[in-house]
């Protein structure tokens, strides 16, 4: 999707009934169980980026592993959403931004977080993303990639739920694992630890990969 078209998207109702819409999903769910499970390995009292921060959804995972959590999101309406979150206790700086043009210094936190967002860039602005993510975080990048997997079964392919590498689903779009590796090294990142988040999409994998800043 277009820079554009993600700026406008998350608007309006579409902002304040998304999680209502998708917060009992099993890809939902799975998401955050993966999301409180890697951040056990980050050091309690440490701070973190969460960009897009969206509804906050996981800002009370951030409080319960003991985080120092900013937020940022380039929706307003989303970033009403969040601060509803906020003042509720779970606690957080929420700043307008995009990923492509963070408004921190280099190494301002010692993680950084994107989920979902990568799903929706073409190869040139994933890549462009996940260099900015790494120049804001000191040690650690955590995100969220859907990629091609192995053949799929005979009843994925009969519901014709494929996905080619490259192309859309539902979409978003299923990235090639040579770009992600790409990716990850021109940034300077390494895969510390994975978890592949069950989704619903045959033919296609969803991992959740915490990644390590090279020396």
Known sequence: ??????????????????????????KWLAETEAVRALLTDLPKGSSLLDVPVGTGRFLGLY???????????????????????AIAGRGAVLVGASVFALPFANAAFETALCV?????????????????????????????????AGRPGLLGTFLGRRSAAGETTSRTIV?????????????????????????????????????????
Not at 122 to 147: H, K, N, P, Q
Request: a positive charge; aromatic letters at 8%; hydrophobic letters at 40%.
């Open 1 to 26: 999707m277009e820079r554009r078209q993600l700026s406008e998207a998350y608007t309006g109702a579409f902002a304040s009934d998304y999680d209502d819409r998708r917060s009992q999903s099993a």
């Open 63 to 85: 409080r319960e592993a003991g985080l120092d959590a900013t937020g940022v999101d380039v929706s307003a309406d989303m970033l009403r959403e969040a601060a509803a979150k």
């Open 116 to 148: 979902r967002l990568l799903n929706w860039l073409d190869a040139s602005d994933f890549c462009l993303a996940l260099t900015e993510l790494a120049r804001v975080s000191r040690r650690y990048v955590l995100v969220g990639i859907r990629s091609k």
């Open 175 to 215: 990235h090639e694992k040579s770009l992600i590796a790409r990716g990850f090294r021109d940034a300077g990142l390494a895969s510390v630890r994975q978890s592949l988040v069950p989704h619903g999409q045959a033919g296609t994998d969803y991992v959740f990969y915490l990644l390590e800043k090279r020396a």
